[in-house]
């Protein structure tokens, strides 16, 4: 019997191979897990910055008629005919406080022609407006101008961000005075939250007014010109009249913005891209699990093939084996039955011999018997016949010589003796 061969090892190496050749799949993935998880960031992005941009807009549109309302309340006016009058300036202060109380603005004051303050909400505060002078604000030239002025500033008395609404305050055609409504932007930054995502709002210069990074802030996105940095530093928007650079790396930031040309501004959604390389990375890892995971399926599916392969190889090498020891023992059995035949036939040929002996022996006992008795009929009969033939002949001589008494004596010895 021949010695069963020693099973194979998984040929791990060729899988190694095969995982080689198939690695280059995962770059479609990478590729196609790329564009996917960044046209969900977009789509995301997009719906949070339109959010964001209409809470933004619906706030300032709230107070961008407020100017034009309260510049028609007769308590104003009356303060703007008599500057001078003490218990106006009380009432309209009063007055003014009231309002900025109902409707949540940051600070609602008037102002002279000549860019005073004569009234404030916030008339009673360290901080107070009356009798400052905003005349280089350019809210204050627009609606001298008689038109409506909108401005994004720091605030130089309170040192608080605001954008401001102003509106002139006309006496038939000429303009008597400056009502101005200044809305607080702190709350536009708390409305973001603390998310990977980053907030920012510029101004028409490309200087961050909001932003979710405190250290983004009155900082500018591009290169300002000669008129651009002249004009910051006679309007005083920003806490520095040389704003520095904010340099941002492009590939590490995935930017969406939107223009809110009512106000000047414009409002931008930063994503880190770190967001998208790390659902690549781990939709990577996943492809990369699976086709590990299939490579040792496949593995243990072939070795499960070869051990299946290899038990059918030996079952059939026992069957062959079998069938050979069968034969063999076939063989062996058919020339041992030969021989027993042989055997037989020559038992049967020696038994045929050994009857044919006996019965020759037999039929030799019985020519014997038959010798022995014929010799002793013989030997009984010759004597008689001898003494007859004798006893005739002595009788013929007898008669020959006249002896007739002694020849049939003889005669009479003969008719004794066949009487035997």
């Known amino acids: 019997m021949t010695a069963a061969p020693t099973p194979h090892r998984p040929r791990w190496r060729s899988l190694a191979l ?14 196609f897990a790329e564009r996917y998880y960044r046209e969900e960031l977009l789509e995301q992005n997009r719906q949070t910055l339109d959010l964001y941009v209409a809470t933004l807009l619906g706030t300032l549109q709230r107070y961008e008629v407020l100017p034009n309302i309260l510049a028609e309340l007769p308590p104003l006016r009356a303060l703007l005919a008599a500057p001078a009058d003490g218990d106006l300036r009380n009432r309209a202060n009063l007055l003014l ?3 900025r109380r109902e409707t949540g603005a940051d600070v609602i004051y008037l102002m002279s022609p000549q860019g005073v303050t004569l009234t404030s909400s916030n008339w009673d505060q360290a901080d107070s407006f009356v009798d400052r002078d905003f005349s280089y604000r350019p809210y204050f030239r627009e ?14 008395t309170s040192r608080k961000r605001g954008y401001f609404f102003s509106s002139p305050v006309r006496d038939g055609t000429q303009v008597v005075g400056i009502l101005v409504v200044k809305v607080d932007l702190d709350d536009a930054e708390a409305l973001w939250g603390n998310t990977p995502e980053q907030l920012m709002v510029n101004d028409g210069n490309g200087v961050v007014i909001i932003s979710s990074r405190e250290d983004w802030r009155f900082r500018a996105t591009r290169e300002l010109d000669n008129a651009e940095r002249a004009a910051i530093a006679a309007n005083q928007p ?28 414009t409002a931008s959604i930063l994503a880190p891209r770190q ?22 399926l496949l593995g ?13 190889a030996l079952d059939a090498r026992a069957r062959r084996e079998l069938e050979m020891r069968v034969l063999e023992r076939t063989r062996d059995l058919e020339m041992l039955n030969n021989r027993l035949k042989d055997e037989v036939l020559v038992r049967e040929h020696a038994q045929q011999e050994l009857v044919r002996t006996q019965d020759e022996l037999v039929q030799a006992g019985k020519l014997t ?6 010799a002793s009929i013989s030997h009984e009969l010759n004597q008689p016949l001898a003494a007859i033939r004798s006893y005739a002949d002595n009788a013929g001589v007898l008669l020959d010589h006249q002896r007739l008494d ?13 009487g035997r």
Do not use: C
């Open 18 to 31: 095969l995982a080689l050749l198939l690695a280059p799949l995962l770059w479609p993935l990478q590729f």
């Open 97 to 99: 406080a009231q309002v």
């Open 143 to 156: 609606a001298l101008a008689g038109k409506p002025g909108r401005f994004f500033g720091l605030g130089t």
């Open 238 to 265: 920003y806490p520095t009249q040389a704003p520095a650079p904010l340099r941002l790396d492009e590939r590490a930031w995935l930017t969406q913005s939107r223009e809110l040309q009512e106000a000047g501004l």
């Open 275 to 296: 967001l998208i390389d790390r659902q690549v990375r781990t939709t990577l890892v996943i492809g990369a699990a699976a086709l590990l995971v299939g490579l040792l």
């Open 300 to 312: 243990l599916l072939l070795q499960r093939r070869r051990h299946y392969i290899e038990r059918i």
């Open 369 to 374: 018997a038959l010798g022995t008795m014929s």
């Open 406 to 418: 002694d020849a049939r004596g003889n005669l009479k010895q003969i008719s004794e003796l066949t």
